[in-house]
């Protein structure tokens, strides 16, 4: 407002300035004596003819003048209005912000700070909980490949293929062990290649030390002797039998489990030779939840 009034004060003095030249100038010129009596006595001059569109003396500058005034206090106005506009316009984003919860970022070199939804504490907590239950699934899929490359080198290098197999699921890691490479047809007492069999995979487990549940699975065949009653003692038996081996070898009992399912869980059909001898089985199980359960404590 300073600037405005300097402006204008500027204006006015010149224009005053204008003004009183004009007026001087129309003023009549004082004439010496000689010339007044040379004038009385000299025949009047013939009138000359009169000359259209003469000039106006100087009546145009107060003209000028004036719109000159009227231009600068017409643009005075308008610079006015948009200042009066712009500070509206910032009285209305500041009430929508307000009414529509959000928050202005700082600014950033020349340009002007966004406007940015403000997220609620509940939402930030759940965001973070997905981003960090990805994070734990990579890291447990990541366990699992490693348990299942461990198991193939093992398979590979003893030449196990056909007796032993892994495979990866949504439960996690299974080691599919054959009771052929274990016990005697019908038997719960390991063989001695079967326990050279266990200690092998026994060095996995010590590497990968997660909590694991051996399972026993037979065919459909029934069974009936003294020591089985049925395929539920023979399976139940048999899981009991390598957990019994795994501790021996060193593995804390705390972190096995033994479960019996007979011929309830095939993996094949039971019409077949092939078939049967694929149900008769003893399974190692790397459980996905339980891995996940373990990293979590670890890094929380």
């Given at each position: ?209 997660y909590p694991v549940k051996i399972s026993g699975h037979t ?82």
């Open positions: 407002m300073h600037f405005h009034a300097k402006i204008v004060i500027q204006n006015s003095l010149f224009l005053d300035r204008i003004h009183n030249m004009a007026i001087e100038k129309e003023k009549p010129e004082k004439k010496s004596d000689e010339t007044d009596e040379e004038h009385f006595f000299s025949p009047e001059p013939e009138d000359e003819p009169e000359v259209e569109g003469g000039g106006g003396g100087g009546e145009w500058i107060m003209t000028y003048a004036d719109l000159v005034t009227l231009l600068f206090a017409f643009f005075v106005l308008l610079f006015a209005m948009s200042s009066t506009q712009q500070e509206a316009f910032k009285e209305l984003v500041q009430s929508l912000k307000s009414a529509l919860g959000v928050q202005q970022t700082p600014e950033a070199g020349t340009r002007e700070g966004l406007i940015m939804p403000e997220v609620p504490p509940e939402e930030r907590k759940e965001k973070n909980d997905k981003e960090s239950i990805g994070e734990l699934s990579a890291m447990v899929q990541e366990e699992i490949d490693d348990i299942a490359s461990e198991v193939r080198e093992l398979i590979m290098v003893n030449r196990l293929g056909g007796k032993v197999r892994v495979i990866v699921d949504e439960r996690g890691t299974i080691i599919m062990i054959s009771d052929i490479l274990l016990f005697p047809v019908g038997k719960a007492t390991m063989t001695d290649q079967g326990r050279k069999i266990i200690k092998k995979i026994y060095e996995i487990l010590a590497k990968f030390s065919d459909n065949v029934p069974i009936h002797t003294e020591k089985h009653a049925s395929n539920w003692e023979l399976s139940t038996n048999r899981a009991c039998e390598v957990v019994r081996l795994l501790i021996d070898e060193g593995i804390d009992p705390r972190s096995l489990s033994a479960e019996g399912y007979g011929e309830y869980r095939p993996v094949a059909t039971n019409n077949t030779a092939e078939g049967r001898a694929q149900n008769r089985r003893v399974e190692i199980i790397y459980e996905r939840q339980v891995i996940a359960e373990k990293l979590e404590e670890n890094i929380y």
